[in-house]
């Protein structure tokens, strides 16, 4: 399965790139599995995660062509 | 219902009434605003520029779920929300919610609603940049 | 801090650009907003216009009364207060508060208190002009 | 000893007139006293009092060159 994997504001600037494009074996994965299967760790806490643009936990399903994504808290307004 | 990301300085005042303009000039009753500008200080240092990050697509689907969450809540008759992204400079506007109801409480309650959501849950992120050259993520949101 | 008599119709949102400018840029921090305008329905029966009496001194006084116990409470940089007098029409612009703060939860809370206050204690009176050519004092204020 | 009255709203269209300028005996006079002098009979309920342009109860006291005013419950706003 392939995923797109976007990353945000510090998490952006400490991992240094903007996303990932991952192929995985399986046809599903949680946002914490595919965490670890890219950065080799548990999420760090505090973790945000997003997919197809909805917020998702970390324990939510990912799927062949999703767009996931990690940030911090937010800080708008 | 208007939601609006700007990447440019925008003036809140002339937006909101160009907003004004889509409700029945009869109909208009009750306004209520809020208008967040960038400050120059903040936690004690001088802060002299900004940098906010969004998301783009889900930034404006989380605005817009806020909102209709209101409009489910409230009898509101318009409403229009904006957010600045980029490069902001002291001074600047960084936020606009504009609620229009026939009666000031419905007006005053979901104003002062989709701007604590927006605070909450939508996804923005402000780096800011000091005056000895550093900058920093803003780590959280400030209290209401 | 400005407290403002309107005997012509005004336009609330130039009002705030201007009001806006006596504030220093990069104190404005947050600014809330209450703009009410004259519907034309109350109670039912078709409004067609409004004459809004006042007491000239007075007015002014009890107006600056109430901003004033409103700075006592609140850390407010900024305060206008308009409020339109005479023949008005459906649509035109009858009342404006705006307060500016360092903190939105300051500005809300300012904004609203003295829009009540100004409801319930500012001497004001409504005289509607109905359809069907009658005209009727209004007996008591709208709930928030 | 000399006041100026003044009359707002519905009270004014009532009762004709935008004010009265009575001349009482005495030096100090309370509101609904000199509401009783103008008028012949007490106050009426809901009636709203001011001297000198402030909020006044009808207790309040009344001396030579005061500004009385008498207005129906405000509805501004």
Chains 1, 4 share one sequence.
């Not at chain 1, 917020?55 to 062949?64: F, N, S």
């Not at chain 2, 940049?129 to 803003?138: E, K």
Request: proline share 7%; hydrophobic share 40%.
């Amino acid at each position: 399965m392939a995923v797109k994997v976007l990353y945000f504001a510090r998490l952006r600037e400490e991992l240094g790139r903007e996303g990932d494009q991952p192929e995985l074996p399986g046809d599903e994965v949680t946002v914490a599995g595919l965490w670890e299967y890219l950065h080799g760790e548990p999420p760090p806490p505090r973790l945000m995660s997003a997919v197809n643009q909805h917020r998702a936990g970390l324990d939510a399903p990912v799927r062949d062509g999703d767009e996931v994504a990690f940030f911090p808290p937010v800080t708008g307004g | 219902m208007t939601v609006a990301i700007h990447h440019e300085d925008f003036d809140p005042w002339a937006l909101l009434r160009e907003a004004e303009q889509a409700i029945p000039a009869e109909a208009r009753g009750a306004a209520s605003v809020f208008v967040g500008r960038m400050r120059d200080f903040n936690e004690d240092d001088a802060v002299t520029g900004l940098f906010l990050e969004h998301y783009p697509g889900m930034t404006e689907q989380e605005l817009e779920r806020i909102v209709e969450a209101a409009r489910a809540r409230w009898p509101l008759l318009g409403v229009h929300v904006a957010h600045r992204v980029g490069e902001v400079s002291p001074g600047d506007a960084l936020v606009l919610v504009a609620t229009w109801s026939a009666h000031r409480g419905a007006a005053r309650d979901a104003c002062s609603e989709i701007l604590e959501r927006l605070k909450h849950e939508a996804p923005f992120w402000k780096r800011e940049r000091l005056a000895d050259g550093s900058s920093r993520w803003v780590e959280r949101n400030t209290p209401a």
